[in-house]
């Protein structure tokens, strides 16, 4: 073995007293250049890539406000239309994903990211193309079921036990980049714009990017061949018939009923989009101000998942039940930080006051923009120390792919419930100090019910029963 393969597995391998593995039979695991192509942070990395182009464009395309767009109805009916086909096929998506298999669900759920973007760019050209948006946003809500619940399954079974908070914010970095990328494009091809709104060649490069994403699952090792850095194999994922897949949804809820109590975090985990993204970024900012907002939001949230899953969830030094607690703590603490500070800007406008001709919208050269921008970074870290939080929640009940890809089903299931109402809600225009109280309330009151299931369920070491379906 080389010295730099040596580093690697270094890099790789986490402290046997938390792997669990001792009772696991240790397999040898593959060398030379095999060796690093097979490696579970090279595997991670490659599955953070194909979110980098697909949902990370997304990201930078939605954080733009509108879509991009000037009139913002379409885009908020669209992701309504699109978080309810998400939420209605996330309960069904593990199931998918355990009889298609990883690689090609992931591949299954990419196609419907180039379609969305390819919506844009039409309606851009003739504006009376909205119905094509909403459609296209449906459709989405299927694919991105499919590719999340794929993209959860291997991202928290690769890992030994010890390793999940670093393999999770690899994974993070890795597909917000491709929300800071898209935003420094967005920012640099509107920098002159007078339009409020995003021209032709930011949807075209948007669109290049996600079909590249489209076809690089084909190169991604089968997971079935995947060994951990500590030498235990990945659980191979059965696929059976249909009917006991869909079965298998009721097994997971009566073998492993604490996964209720996440509910409210899971429904929070993207509602609180709509007035960062809609209701704030976009009704106050000019679309310069709004493309440099999105670039240090996405930003920001490298970093956030950096450090919660690297320097508290994955700190060997403490037992894993005192971990959780320390990060349910930090995110709980960030949620007042920045609802606190948002709520006293939310205080100053209104969206009738916003949507009137000729509104003042920030730049980035008005005096009170740093403070403005402050408060989008801040909203980053928060939101990848949540989704972070509860990735590495789920992880710690299982290291199985099937029963994780169920539970990640549930997760952008409850996920996108909570998303699709209330995209509708800003769709119909419910006032902007409404939706944000909303979300304030919500974000507390998923901590609050996932306290319990923290402090019964978390466990030093995932035991032999949590380890299969």
Same mark, same amino acid.
């Given at each position: ?29 593959? /060398? ?39 009139? /913002? ?47 844009? #760019? ?24 499919? #590719?999340? *619940? $794929? ?29 800071? %990328? ?46 951990? *850095?500590?030498?235990?194999? %990945? ?31 899971? #429904? ?30 996405? /930003? ?30 930090? %995110? ?33 050269? =008005? ?49 996108? /419930? ?6 509708? $809600? ?12 909303? *979300? ?25 029963? =949590?380890?299969?379906?």
């Amino acid at each position: 073995m080389s010295d730099a393969q040596v580093e690697i597995e270094k890099l790789g391998t986490g402290s046997s007293e938390d792997s669990g593995s001792q009772r696991a039979e240790i397999f040898e695991r593959p /060398t030379g250049w095999r060796g690093y192509y097979h490696h579970p942070v090279t595997q991670v990395s490659m599955l953070g890539l194909v979110c980098f182009m697909c949902p990370g464009m997304f990201n930078a395309l939605s954080g733009l406000g509108g879509g991009g767009q000037v009139n /913002t109805t379409d885009q908020a009916n669209a992701n309504a239309t699109l978080y309810a086909t998400f939420a209605f096929f996330g309960f069904f998506s593990g199931s998918v994903n355990n009889v298609l298999g990883a690689r090609r669900t992931l591949m299954l759920g990419t196609w419907g990211y180039s379609l969305y973007i390819a919506a844009f #760019l039409a309606v851009n050209i003739h504006p009376g193309a909205g119905a094509f948006v909403v459609a296209s946003g449906a459709i989405l809500g299927i694919c991105a079921a499919f #590719l999340w *619940t $794929a993209q959860g399954s291997l991202m928290m079974s690769y890992p030994t036990e010890a390793q999940k908070g670093m393999f999770i914010s690899i994974f993070w970095a890795i597909f917000n980049l491709g929300g800071v %990328v898209g935003s420094a494009v967005a920012f640099g091809n509107n920098f002159k714009s007078t339009a409020n709104s995003v021209g032709n060649g930011t949807y075209v490069g948007f669109l290049i990017l996600t079909l590249i994403g489209v076809f690089l699952p084909l190169l991604m090792v089968d997971p079935d061949k995947m060994i951990r *850095t500590d030498g235990t194999r %990945v659980n191979l994922v059965r696929h059976p018939s249909w009917k006991t897949e869909f079965f298998s949804l009721f097994v997971a809820l009566k073998t492993d009923p604490w996964i209720i109590l996440l509910f409210p975090m899971f #429904l929070a985990s993207n509602y609180f989009y709509t007035w960062q993204f809609n209701d704030y970024n976009g009704a106050i900012f000019n679309i310069r101000a709004r493309g440099l907002n999105n670039f240090v939001y996405w /930003t920001s949230q490298i970093f956030g998942s950096i450090f919660i899953g690297y320097f508290v969830l994955d700190q060997k030094r403490v037992r894993r039940r005192v971990r959780a607690l320390y990060g349910w703590i930090l %995110v709980f603490f960030m949620i007042f930080v920045v609802h606190v500070w948002a709520y006293f800007y939310q205080k100053t406008y209104t969206r009738a006051e916003e949507a009137a001709q000729g509104a003042y919208k920030i730049d980035i050269f =008005d005096k009170n923009y740093p403070a403005h921008v402050w408060l989008m970074i801040f909203y980053g870290f928060l939101d990848s120390m949540w989704q972070t939080y509860a990735y590495w929640l789920m992880g710690a009940m299982s290291n199985d792919p099937a029963k994780l890809a169920v539970f990640t089903g549930f997760y952008k299931a409850m996920q996108s /419930t909570g998303a699709a109402g209330v995209w509708a $809600a800003d769709g119909a225009k419910v006032p902007y100090m409404n939706i944000f109280l909303s *979300t304030w309330c919500l974000t507390v009151a998923g901590m609050i019910f996932a306290a319990p299931m923290v402090y019964l369920r978390v466990t030093d070491h995932t035991e032999l029963e =949590d380890e299969t379906l």
